[in-house]
């Protein structure tokens, strides 16, 4: 470093306080010369530093202090006395910013020394704790066996003391007292020593434990200074911790975006599926109600045809229809939010099939039903008949009154009798019989429709799941009711009629047979 050195005619206080200062002076070039020398010396790191204040010193020379003036002099001075400021101060800087490391540096080994130093103590206080445990638990163990072995001898002195006591008296025949039942002096001062040596123990035991105190505390001492440094250093450890679950906290949500938009898709796709499934059960379900509608009147007509007795299932159905015309077409909504699966979709498949095959058979129930019907009607007729002529004709006698009784009509009276029952001026005895019926069946009809007339439509819907048929409208329903409960009576009106004429029939023959056997 580069340093200017006044002359040597300069004043002794401005030679020494740049003596003072640092800066070596230059040789001397004449006695008159008044002019200054550049020399090129090394630099010298001052030991002591000083700032600002008149008693604060840089070096062993003034800055700043006093009068203000740096190396002044009478002969020449340093910028002639002038207060100039040198450019220091990134050395200052740099110089602070080292002897700072430095301090920094110290205090950090210092305290890694410390917290060693109270690691030692720690490991120490713990290994002299289990030293102390394992010495006391050592002492317990030797006091308890060696009472143990004192009652032992004790137990084993009385049992031979005894013994020998007892063989004493026994041989001698009279009582001995024995000696050595009294503690003997040996005795005494075993059990001296002992006491003085648990005595001891336990003054040492508690020179120890005050030992163990001091360092407990020394301890404590130390940790409580360290309880900063531990402090920040948790509290370091939790930002690290909060920034890492960010992280992750934020990878997790990008993981359940991407799974819900997944299940997003999937379930679109099993919607898409659904609503074609959907559209199908209802072209089903249009389908199948058409089918219903077909096996509901099927159904219908054969419980008419069930109940409907003599009279024929046109009849009813012209008087009585068993369903009201409908007043416009069927409308099948097309947004259907139903949702049917494979297996619903099996379901109405088979109830489809089932559907189809009851219709058949009930197609066929219907049609052996009329056949059946037709054939007991025109059965009951001819009986009806055969029983009206047989009660109008007298029973016979004999074989020779009965085929006087005959009459025997030529093929042209059988004509005329023919001609005047179409022109209505004769009457057959089966017309006869057929309008009696009729006339005795419309009798039961007014009369029960006169029961049913003050029926309200709660009443009438029980009564029509009663006799098994199905509600449509009030008059409708009256109707059948009347209808089918008019047939009951009418076939039961019959039943006895055939009953009371087979009892007459049989009445007529005995009373014949007798009359014959008197002749």
């Known amino acids: 470093m580069a340093a200017r050195i006044r002359n040597n005619g300069a004043s002794s206080s401005s030679s020494a306080s740049g003596v003072g200062s640092g800066l070596l002076p230059a040789p001397a070039q004449g006695a008159n010369t008044a002019s200054t020398s550049i020399a090129i010396v090394p630099y010298q790191a001052p030991q002591n530093q000083g700032y600002g204040g008149d008693n604060e010193r840089y070096g062993n020379g003034s800055y700043n202090g006093g ?49 060693e130093q109270r690691k030692r103590e720690a490991a120490g206080l713990v290994s002299l704790e289990e030293e102390k445990k394992r010495l006391q638990a050592e002492e317990e163990k030797r006091v308890e066996e060696r009472k143990e072995r004192e009652q032992q001898e004790a137990r084993l002195g009385l049992i031979v003391r005894t013994n020998v006591k007892t063989v004493s008296e026994s041989a001698l025949g009279r009582k001995v007292e024995l000696p050595g039942e009294e503690e003997s002096k040996i005795s005494k001062m075993r059990k001296e020593l002992e006491a003085l040596k648990s005595n001891c123990a336990s003054t040492s035991n508690e020179s120890n434990l005050e030992v163990l105190r001091k360092e407990k505390e020394a301890l404590l001492r130390a940790q409580g200074l360290s309880s900063e440094e ?26 359940e975006v991407l799974a819900l938009k997944i299940q997003i898709e999937e379930l679109g796709a099993i919607k898409k599926a659904l609503e074609d499934k959907s559209s199908e059960v209802t072209s089903l ?58 297996k619903d979709m099996d379901g109405l498949y088979k109830a489809y099939k089932e559907a189809l095959a009851g219709k058949e058979m009930a197609l066929r129930e219907a049609g052996c039903l009329k056949e059946r019907m037709a054939k007991a009607e025109a059965s009951k007729i001819r009986l009806s008949i055969r029983k009206f002529v047989a009660a109008r004709k007298t029973t016979p006698r004999n074989l020779k009154t009965t085929l006087e009784s005959v009459e025997i009509d030529s093929d042209d009276e059988k004509e005329d009798e023919e001609n005047r029952g179409k022109n209505g001026k004769g009457c057959t005895v089966p017309d006869t019989a057929h309008e009696l019926e009729v006339t005795k069946l419309q009798g039961f009809r007014d009369k029960r429709l006169k029961e049913l007339r003050s029926g309200k439509k709660n009443d009438f819907e029980k ?9 449509v409208k009030l008059d409708q329903a009256k109707n059948d009711v009347a209808e089918i409960r008019a047939r009951r009576d009418f076939d039961e009106w019959v039943a006895s009629r055939t009953a009371r004429e087979d009892d007459e029939q049989d009445q007529h023959y005995s009373t014949s047979v007798e009359e014959t056997n008197d002749d």
């Open 285 to 342: 379900k249009k389908e199948n109600l058409h089918l219903r509608h077909d096996f509901n009147d099927l159904k219908e007509e054969f419980m008419l045809l069930r109940n409907a007795g003599k009279r024929g299932a046109e009849a009813v159905t012209e008087k009585s229809p068993p369903e009201a015309p409908s007043r416009g077409k069927h409308r099948v909504d097309a947004n259907v939010s139903a949702m049917y699966t494979p």
């Open 463 to 471: 009564i029509c799941e009663e006799e098994g048929i199905t509600y």
């Open 67 to 115: 009068n203000r003036s740096y190396n002044t002099g009478s002969g020449g001075g340093y910028n002639n006395g002038s207060r100039y400021p040198r450019n220091w101060s990134n050395n200052n800087r740099d110089r602070e910013h080292d002897e700072r490391f430095e301090q920094i540096y110290g205090l950090l080994s210092e305290q890694a020394e410390e917290r």
């Open 230 to 255: 531990d402090r920040l250093r948790r509290e370091i450890d939790e930002l690290k911790a909060q920034s890492t679950q960010r992280t992750m906290g934020s990878q997790q949500e990008k993981d």
